[in-house]
């Protein structure tokens, strides 16, 4: 299946940004790179997801690295509700592939 | 638009029981995936259906079935439950990339 490898927790201060890293070394061409959240109690939830080029939306932006070996979720000013289990994931192709999630990284969002 | 909906919200069973899990999917969508996430893991995919037929499968045993209905609902169903089969069990809906979660059903097996 294919892996990524995340830090297993990490901590933030709310209204400042929050950089979380993926690495995905093995990445194949045509992977591509989907970020899903976790909230307490509640099933995932889809943030962003990119191929090649960096990409914004209303959530969040991803910046995939040049090689695509890598790549990291910005979460621009956190707040108390993006307190989450963050998965970062890859797929073969961007259609309705299956999810392979890994432990994902835990966000504690400090007030 | 309600959403992805799953019921029941909680169930027990013991062990050797058989449960059935349903899921409707969001509004427009025709594909429903299935999940278990054990405590304290990531969700593990368990199947995928697509125009009523299973389309993907993950490693899971013969016990997990599943069927999608002709309104594109979908039922999981689980035989001879097992003390390891107490789980989160989610639904995902999607018509593209991105995929809709369930708030799941809490399964537990005695």
């Known amino acids: 299946d294919a892996k990524t490898t995340q830090p297993n927790s990490m901590e933030s201060n709310e209204e400042e940004p929050v950089h979380l890293p993926c690495n995905h070394s093995t990445i194949s061409g045509t992977d591509y790179i989907h970020w899903y959240r976790q909230l307490p109690s509640q099933g995932p939830e889809y943030v962003i997801h990119?191929?090649?080029s960096n990409v914004n939306n209303r959530m969040a932006s991803l910046a995939i690295a040049e090689d695509r070996k890598s790549s990291t979720l910005i979460l621009h000013r956190a707040t108390l509700r993006d307190a989450a289990v963050y998965y970062c994931?890859?797929?073969?192709?961007?259609?309705?592939?299956?999810?392979?999630f890994g432990k994902g990284t835990k966000l504690t969002v400090n007030p | 638009d309600a959403g992805v909906t799953q019921s029941p919200t909680h169930l027990i069973k013991t062990r050797g029981q058989q449960v059935t899990l349903r899921c409707s999917p969001k509004s427009g969508h025709d594909t429903v995936s299935w999940y278990q996430q054990a405590l304290g893991q990531g969700p593990q995919f368990i199947f995928q259906y697509y125009e009523e037929e299973e389309r993907q499968r993950g490693n899971f045993p013969d016990r997990f079935s599943g069927h999608q209905f002709p309104n594109y609902s979908s039922e999981l169903n689980v035989n001879a439950l097992l003390l390891g089969d107490s789980a989160l069990y989610l639904c995902?809906?999607?018509?593209?990339?991105?995929?809709?979660f369930g708030p799941g059903t809490r399964l537990t097996v005695l």
């Open positions: 995902a809906s999607s018509f593209g990339v991105e995929q809709f």
């Open positions: 990119g191929l090649t």
């Open positions: 994931i890859r797929t073969f192709q961007g259609g309705s592939e299956k999810l392979v």
